[in-house]
């Protein structure tokens, strides 16, 4: 072992001692620093993948959209688009504004014509209707047939209605009906059930009915608004609703794609640039715990002068001196990161059983995951962001002993002998 | 025999002057020409401020003088390279100081190997020379210890095998007692002249003390920045 790193460990940790008390706190401080990064790192991308995935999940991959697309259009379309490779299966829709009513109260949800045959390769909305709690208001796709709805969860309860209730529905056709003085008679419904996506928005704000109710209820004739794609896993949405785009202009079809990432641009623009923010933000603990080192080296150099001179007696060269205290500062940060990166995945783990026990003490627990939504503190690991973290902090430790380093290897030996 | 092969160390016509506080130069050495034969023992007397020190450090080129040649084993050292400069002084030169310089973080037996670690691989002959010296230096109970927990004789002992430990032709010795009490003072002295005779290394020791001054072959006093024999 080259002595510089032999002297700079042996600073580090003494013979006959553990560590040396100065050490440890340096170590302790990047560990913090690393740590608290990491964690709110992956919690954030937790988050962000848990708000996509619900995006996903309201949205599907691609939307294809044209106004009214009419009935031999769209059979058409649905089959090119099935036989696209990076498609994994696609479904027609109709969707528009309805009112509801149920005595006096009257509310605007939206409604979703389905095939309720193709509508879960797409979207999950089975799963939706598993998440339901409450056995009696459950049901499944099965029960949707053109007499029937499927309301959210909260859309019904604001509704005060059960499965078996019978809705109204009004719609914007309807207006039209009744502006040439035609009697207006909403079409009734019967609940079959609800589902719940977990989504409040979606929940309180979409009712399900077949393709077929939809169709009669905006007078489409066979038509639809669009059709849902999903895409195979690790395509991007972006590119295969662009190549779309081109060959639908090409062919002169007056049709739009629409993906969901383009749809929700800005706010996932804000998503991810908050979690840029929170890693400058956060970087600035590693900045300060490397102020930490380069304060406890230099106090160390000045401690240690008269021992610097003696190394010069002993034959070595300035650039070994510097060595000695750079090496000391890069085994400090690579140490804290090490640690901090166990501490993180060890804290991660355990994250779920942290923060009930963090709540357990304020009595908080039901309200908080009311709030929240999700079941549990999200997290996801990205190699990305260990691997930038912790590059960040060792380049900070490093430079932080360079300033010590430095003056180490300026000092003259024999002053540095002479000093008290 | 020749004169170089038989001097192992060698000033002449050094001359080192500091800046002073009040902007004033002070000359401290003025071409002072000083050779140390292989094997003797030396002792430079002087005033406090006569510049023995600067001398100690100008010879060992931890400090260069502003005129004059310095030779180690008949080498010229300012023709060295750095590196060599660094790798020579370690094998040709061997320190004592008034206050210990043990590293604090080292035990005793890693404080005495580290003078080898400096400049090569160490391996089991270091580290059995080190236990031998710190024998002969009287701690062989103690290789384990920590300097902290040393007395000053002890540490001084300490310093005196590490000193020692790469067969230096020269153990230069800066007031080796300065801090010790009359009693311990003599036992250092007379481990510090006995080893360094065994260990066939010349000896310049800085004292005060006439009595210890007596004790080596010969005698020199640094005054008006010149070395003038005592017979
Ligand atoms: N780096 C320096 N800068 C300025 N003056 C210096 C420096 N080093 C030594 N001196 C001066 O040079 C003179 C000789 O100092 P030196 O330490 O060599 O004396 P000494 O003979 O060893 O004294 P003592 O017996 O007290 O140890 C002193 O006057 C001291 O103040
Ligand atoms: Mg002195």
Redesign the pocket.
Known sequence: MPWPLYLALKQLFPTGRFFSFYSAISIVGVMLGVMVLLIVQTVMNGFGDKIRENIVARDADIRVMGGIIKRDEWKELLTELEAREEVLAATPYAEGVVMMKNGQVPFMPYLRGIDPEREGMVLPLEKFLKNVEVEELKCTLDDLDDETIILGVDLARNLQVLPGDVVEVFTPLMLEKAKQDEILLPREMKVAGVFRSGWYEVDSLYGVVTLRVMQELYGLDRGIHGISIKLLDGEDADAVSRSLQEDYDSKGLPLRTLSWLKKNESFLFFLSMEKWVMFFIMIFIILVASFSIAVTLSVSVLRKTREIGLLAALGARRGQIAQTFCLQSIAIGTLGVTLGIAGALLALQYRNAVVTFLLGIFNAQDAFYQLYGFEGIPASYSMRDFVLVSFFTLLLTTVAGLLPAIRAARLKP??AL?SE | MNDTVNTVLQAKGVEKS???PDGLT?D?LRSADLKVHSGESLSIR?E????????LNVISWLDQPDKGLVFWDGLEVPALSRQELARRRSEVLGFVFQSYYLMPELNVLENVVMASRMIRMIGRAEWNRAEQLLEKVGLQERLKQLPSKLSGGERQRVAIARALMNRPSVILAD?PTGNLDEETASLVMELLLNLSRKEEASLVLVT?NPTFAARTDRQVMLSGGKFEEVS
């Open positions: 024999a002053e002479r | 500091f800046q002073g002070i401290v002087g406090s401020g006569s510049g023995k020190s600067t001398f007031e005060h």
